[in-house]
């Protein structure tokens, strides 16, 4: 091959390599660009916290309590859930509000029956909502909440033919209240059953001891159960008395007990073992022991039982 022919082929070679440099860079992908992938990802992680931070500054400009509302529940009705607080960045503890009820009465005695005074306190904001729901018109006085209450009372309860089913009364008398609000609620199958309310100014006249006007829904049971009474039967007895009472007694069937003062209020109990046909007997006396009430010489007192 002469000289001029190998430079030719030599020349051919050297393009053929050119060319097939060019090819393998067209088809093989470029570097990846770590760096800029780098910082467009740093920039997108601060927009998105910047964007989170102008949320949380709106929530956090909404007023304490808002309330959340849930979507249609299929009747057509939107409920509105518990108040929920507002949103803070701020990750200091909220303390937990100290639940508020009716006060204790003066002695433990007052509860009876193993019933405990949680259990005493629910019974009363069950009374107070069934009130609520079963009320026919205004009310000529506010129950308020349930704080506004003392408990003097709660026991047992015997159920009869009129209200069958036994359960538990809890009476609560309104404090500091002019009007002597005083409700006795029956709690039958864990729900309130039934209520009964009584109130009115003190009357200037009143004898030194008022039995309570429907105290005998705690002390006897059905009319229609007359003879047929379910033993044993735990019984109660709730009254109020003047400030110069320093005693008072409670006799039935074959008992005397004497009852607890409490904020002027009496309240007496037993169990009977026997059915009686006498209502209890009340008697009150002053510091010096002298008797000045006598529920047999009181007109108005319903001595005997229906």
Same mark, same amino acid.
């Given at each position: ?78 409920? %509105? ?9 701020? #990750? $200091?503890?909220? !303390?937990?509000? @100290?639940?508020? &009820? =009716? +006060? ?18 629910? %019974? ?9 729901? #079963? $009320?026919?018109? !205004?009310?000529? @006085?506010?129950? &308020? =909440? +349930? ?160």
């Amino acid at each position: 091959m002469s000289d001029a022919e190998q430079e030719r082929e030599r020349d051919v070679e050297e393009r053929l390599r050119e060319l097939l440099a060019e090819d393998a860079y067209t088809i093989r992908p470029a570097p990846v660009p770590y760096p800029e992938i780098r910082r467009q990802g740093v920039a997108e992680r601060r927009r998105r916290v910047a964007a989170a931070g102008a949320v949380l500054a709106t929530l956090a400009a909404l007023p304490v309590g808002a309330y959340a509302v849930t979507g249609n529940d299929g009747g057509g009705s939107t409920t %509105a859930t518990s108040p929920t607080p507002s949103v803070s960045a701020s #990750h $200091s503890p909220t !303390p937990s509000p @100290t639940p508020s &009820g =009716p +006060a204790r009465p003066v002695t433990e005695g007052q509860l009876l029956d193993g019933i405990t005074f949680e259990q005493a306190a629910d %019974a009363v904001d069950q009374c107070l909502a069934y009130e609520e729901k #079963h $009320s026919l018109g !205004p009310r000529d @006085t506010d129950l &308020g =909440p +349930a704080d506004s209450y003392r408990i003097i009372l709660a026991m047992n309860s015997t159920g009869d033919s009129n209200a069958p089913g036994d359960g538990m009364y809890v009476v609560a008398v309104k404090e500091d209240d002019e009007h002597g609000t005083r409700m006795i609620c029956n709690i039958r199958e864990g729900e309130a059953q039934g209520l009964n309310l009584s109130g009115g100014a003190p009357d200037p006249g009143a004898l030194a001891v008022v039995p309570d006007i429907n105290g005998g829904k705690l002390y006897q049971q059905s009319f229609l159960d007359r003879g047929n009474w379910k033993l044993p039967f735990r019984w109660g007895a709730i009254g109020t008395f003047d400030p110069s009472v320093a005693k008072i007694t409670v006799s039935y069937g074959d008992t005397t007990g004497r009852a607890v003062l409490d904020h002027g209020w009496f309240i007496a109990s037993g169990v009977l073992d026997r059915q009686v046909t006498e209502a209890p007997r009340i008697k009150g006396y002053d510091a010096d022991g002298k008797l000045v009430y006598d529920s047999d010489e009181d007109p108005s007192y319903e001595k005997t039982l229906p």
